[in-house]
């Protein structure tokens, strides 16, 4: 059954970001330097886009908004995304630019796609080096926003053996980002992969969860 979220509350939420009246919701594909392919699966925002305009009233641009840490109009974006399977390497400026983005209402979605965890978690730390990453309880609200995961996080792709996990990191008792591990959501948004219709459809269903509770907290 597919949920419609209150089209008031999406409507206050993108006013509290500093959202123009009227202005559609952008997802911000995070570049970032050091090798790693942050563009990978360049259709997944466009397709998980479409879905949040079809079942929710999150009214959402299509066209995928890449953005670096350095650039102008970061702060235009309350939501980024983040993925790859390479290296990550922040500049001094980047750091200190994320740690700014994150902790003035900003939210960062990261999909390890297969070898970004050491990475990630090493240039992580250099944000908040004073704050760690935790798992999330399958009772967290990020798996009951719209839709219901009574176990938690889906896996949608098979990395490494056991369950995938889902990590949150708290600044001032805020979720500021979450990190996938083992489960690689957003591969469910993309046609590269012949999944089938049920896991792409667990896939649809937490990203739209992962914006919601982006945009609602």
């Known amino acids: 059954m597919r949920a419609k979220l209150n089209l008031n509350i999406a409507f206050l939420l993108l006013l509290s970001i500093n959202f123009a009246i009227g202005q559609n919701f952008s997802i911000g594909r995070l570049k970032y330097q050091g090798g790693g392919d942050w563009y990978n699966d360049p259709d997944a925002i466009p397709n998980l886009a479409e879905e949040l305009n079809k079942r929710t009233n999150i009214k959402t641009e299509l066209t995928e908004k890449q953005v670096s840490l350095n650039d102008e109009f970061l702060f ?4 980024l995304f983040m993925t790859g399977h390479g290296n990550i390497n922040l500049s001094d400026e980047e750091v200190k630019k994320l740690k ?4 003035n209402g900003g939210f960062l979605y990261v999909d390890d796609d ?11 730390k250099k944000v908040f ?8 309880p399958s009772s967290h609200p990020i798996y009951h926003s719209i839709y219901d995961f ?4 889906p896996k949608i ?14 600044y001032e008792g805020r979720m500021v980002i979450y990190y996938t ?22 896939a649809y269903k937490m990203g739209i969860n992962i914006v919601a509770y982006a945009l609602t907290n």
């Open 181 to 202: 591990w083992n489960s690689n959501i957003s591969d469910g948004w993309t046609s590269a992969y012949d999944d089938p219709q049920e896991k792409r459809e667990d």
């Open 100 to 103: 700014q983005y994150l902790t």
């Open 114 to 124: 297969y070898g970004l965890d050491e990475p990630f978690r090493r240039e992580i």
């Open 76 to 79: 235009k974006y309350p939501f």
């Open 157 to 170: 792709h098979e990395h490494y053996e056991g369950p995938p996990k889902g990590f949150g990191l708290f």
């Open 129 to 136: 080096p004073n704050n760690d990453l935790v798992e999330l």
């Open 150 to 153: 009574p176990k938690g996080l």
